[in-house]
């Protein structure tokens, strides 16, 4: 069906650079390949960290490979809201004035003065895909959600992100998910 995108949950996560990954599980240490993500590239890894914000912690946190140049730890914002930490909404990597917090491993700790966001929910395409699609990167659209449990919803302020390293799929955190009642493997419908 025209304008279908895969919507995908994304739950909460850490990303980090290398010399935070040596910091937190030791000098030279590189990531385990857990399980691979629909994102070319991407990967869930075997290693999980605890993050700390001022009134509370999640012990088990999932690290996401490949390192990148800057540590961001993404949550919903009620995760935010449980911990004490403060996550505006802004697209991954765009994290300047974000919050900050503790980030414990086996080896070491760190601070981070600032990359805790929410992810702003938006549309990964290929340059082909958004052709197709007629779309373009940065445009802003919404994405109709349809559930079986009558609690069908469309977001807006989806942002559109094109590259030819993507996959094509919409991705949104637990909170979004859980408000529109989604199941995995859900076709959204693209409105622009």
Same mark, same amino acid.
């Given at each position: 069906m025209a304008n279908q995108v895969l919507v995908e949950i994304s739950a909460r996560h850490v990303h980090v650079s290398q010399a935070d990954l040596e910091t937190l599980f030791g000098k030279g240490y590189e990531l385990t390949v857990k399980?691979?993500?629909?994102?070319?590239g991407q990967f869930a890894c075997d290693e999980r960290?605890?993050?700390?914000?001022?009134?509370?912690?999640?012990p088990t946190v999932s690290i996401l490979g490949p390192v990148r140049p800057?540590?961001?730890v993404e949550l919903s914002l009620t995760d935010a809201r449980s911990i004490g930490v403060t996550a505006p909404?802004?697209?991954s990597g765009d994290l300047a004035g974000t919050g900050a917090c503790k980030i414990v491993g086996p080896c070491g700790? *760190?601070?981070i003065d600032h990359g805790v966001i929410a992810a702003q929910r938006h549309i990964h395409a290929t340059p082909a895909d958004a052709e197709e699609l007629g779309l373009e990167n940065g445009e802003i659209v919404s994405v109709e959600i349809p559930t079986a449990n009558k609690r069908n919803l469309t977001f807006g302020d989806v942002v559109v992100r094109v590259s030819e390293k993507y996959a094509l799929a919409m991705h949104i955190d637990t909170d979004e998910a859980n408000a529109a009642g989604m199941a995995p493997n859900t076709m959204g419908t693209? *409105?622009?």
């Open positions: 399980k691979w993500l629909s994102q070319p960290v605890k993050v700390i914000g001022t009134k509370g912690e999640f800057e540590t961001q909404v802004r697209e700790e *760190i601070e693209i *409105i622009k």
